[in-house]
């Protein structure tokens, strides 16, 4: 049973279908305040002398159910195995679980070192919590500091979830410790933010110092009259590579009315880049592509003047200026990052 109750050392996140319905629970705020509000009402040092007094095997047992848990939601991950300090962002169950295990050792010594084990694994499920809200609170501040919205790419990635339900418990009845499941609901929004943060569009498509036509208002090249331009055009000689401006899935290849040739990539979360007038494509449709990856070449197909990249950015559907994110992108998500590893760094001590 002590080895039941040992935990393992690998850490944060959360498999596939259950990462989508954690999100979305998490992001409704009242189930959020509902979890809260039972997290307060956890089991005092009185009922749990009780539980171990009537069943010690039934405790065993659920001490056992727990520890899978744990091992469901960290097995994957790769964090340390200690949590950095932060502003409570959940409760502290160490002075109720000091209380547990003295008068359970008191009451019923043969049952200590299980109520010891217990007291751990609350006291891990609280840092991991605690840390998972840290990395959440990072990347969405870098979000922010992009001029994006988190809540609002969250909400969009909901739209486009799915899969068989697969319950997990911490109980033999079937229930959730709701600790453990605050924990699952911190570890899937800090997975989703940091999905969201590898989308964003931060490695430059083509030569920056090359941009012959910004976005916005413009002169028509063709008719003369004023227009809108929905993307930036990096001149640049036939042939020379067009790279990935983020991480993402390859959606189109092929020619569109106006545009040529064209490679198109979702990101997740709403985010799409578009890539015209090529003269060829290095890309196929379902292609997972890293930030930096040639998807293509430089060409002037389409209703083009000369060889250039058109590159846009499209949030929803919605042209949004590129220039911001590749100009600041790579600074603030660097730091985003560099501060995320020393965190790590120094916890692992």
Known sequence: MVGAGVVGAALLAWAGTMTSAAVSQYIAQRDRLALLERETKVESAESRVAAYRNDLDAVADELKLRQNVIEELTDTLNLPQKAASADDTVSDSSSEAAKTVAKVSAAIPEAGALAEIEARQLAYVERLTRFADQRSSRAEAAIRKL?????????????????????????????????????GLSLARMEALQRSLDGIPQVLPADLSGISSGFGLRRDPFTGRAAMHSGLDFRGRTGAPIHAAAKGTVSF???????????????????????????????????????????????????????????????NDRAVNPRPFLESAPHVLEEARATANATAAATSR
């Open 147 to 183: 001029g994006l919205d988190p809540e609002r790419m969250l909400a969009s990635a909901r739209r486009a979830q799915g899969g068989p339900l697969e319950v997990i418990s911490t109980g033999r009845d079937g229930s959730l410790d709701p600790r453990f499941e605050r924990l």
């Open 253 to 315: 290849v092929g020619r569109k009315s106006g545009y040529g040739k064209v490679v198109e990539i979702r990101h997740g979360n709403g985010l799409m880049t578009r890539y015209a007038h090529m003269s060829g494509y290095r890309a196929k449709v379902g292609q997972k592509v890293a930030a930096g990856d040639v998807i293509g070449a430089i060409g002037s197909t389409g209703r083009s003047t000369g060889p250039h990249l058109h590159f846009e950015v499209r949030i």
